[in-house]
T-cell receptor, first 115, second 115 residues
Framework: DTEVTQTPKHLVMGMTNKKSLKCEQH?????MYWYKQKAKKPPELMFV???????INESVPSRFSPECPNSSLLNLHLHALQPEDSALYLC??????????????FGPGTRLLVL | AQTVTQSQPEMSVQEAETVTLSCTYD???????LFWYKQPPSRQMILVIR??????QNATENRFSVNFQKAAKSFSLKISDSQLGDAAMYFC????????????FGKGTSLLVTP
């Protein structure tokens, strides 16, 4: 089973709202990632959690706040977003326990629209 | 920083024919991973094939195969017997072998499959 699930599938929010995106995997993976993808562009890394320790892409604004409650769950909290934050947000996970198990498996994404 | 270049923004192939998508990358590392991901209109990123840099043998997955030329830093994807369901955006991606690193994606090649 190589399934990563993401909820919600679609989200529309105003610039003053607070919302959260959720990502879950039950593959025993110890690394999880958030990517942002604009239309017709490749995904760009936002955050990495490896063994529940966070690595931050310093170019990501503080209005995005990740949280890793346990090794299976990864949340992305959104607050005071801007219209340019509208994008597809992809979650991925990888096993990360041996060098031969580095493949990242992606969830279906959350399509976010900020009005 | 590692860069990944996909020089073909769009490609077209007839059903049942063979098509090759090109990818080059720039790195000073000797150990790394290369991937091809497929992203259909549903926008779920699906792993197509993976190559470890230390392996000389080209990876193959059913109708998909790669031509990995390490010295030339080239990693092309060949799709044989193309099917309508192969129509998608294809991303080439590079990843360092050590833990804690995300995927570096190329800009993608949009593949159209015609009947």
């Amino acid at each position: 089973d190589t399934e990563v699930t993401q909820t919600p599938k679609h989200l529309v929010m105003g610039m003053t709202n607070k919302k959260s995106l959720k990502c879950e995997q039950h593959m025993g993976h110890r690394a999880m990632y958030w990517y942002k993808q604009k239309a017709k562009k490749p995904p760009e890394l936002m955050f990495v959690y490896s063994y529940e320790k966070l690595s931050i892409n310093e170019s990501v604004p503080s209005r995005f706040s990740p949280e890793c409650p346990n090794s299976s769950l990864l949340n992305l909290h959104l607050h005071a977003l801007q219209p340019e934050d509208s994008a597809l947000y992809l979650c991925a996970s990888s096993l990360r326990q041996t060098v031969t198990q580095e493949t990242q498996y992606f969830g279906p994404g959350t399509r976010l629209l900020v009005l | 920083a590692q860069t990944v270049t996909q020089s073909q923004p769009e490609m077209s192939v007839q059903e049942a024919e063979t098509v090759t998508l090109s990818c080059t990358y720039d790195t000073s590392e000797s150990d790394y991973y290369l991937f091809w991901y497929k992203q259909p209109p549903s926008r779920q990123m699906i792993l197509v094939i993976r190559q470890e840099a230390y392996k000389q043998q080209n990876a193959t997955e059913n109708r998909f195969s790669v031509n990995f030329q390490k010295a030339a830093k080239s990693f092309s994807l060949k799709i044989s017997d193309s099917q309508l369901g192969d129509a998608a955006m294809y991303f080439c991606a590079y990843r360092r072998s050590n833990s804690g690193y995300a995927l570096n994606f190329g800009k993608g090649t949009s593949l159209l499959v015609t009947p």
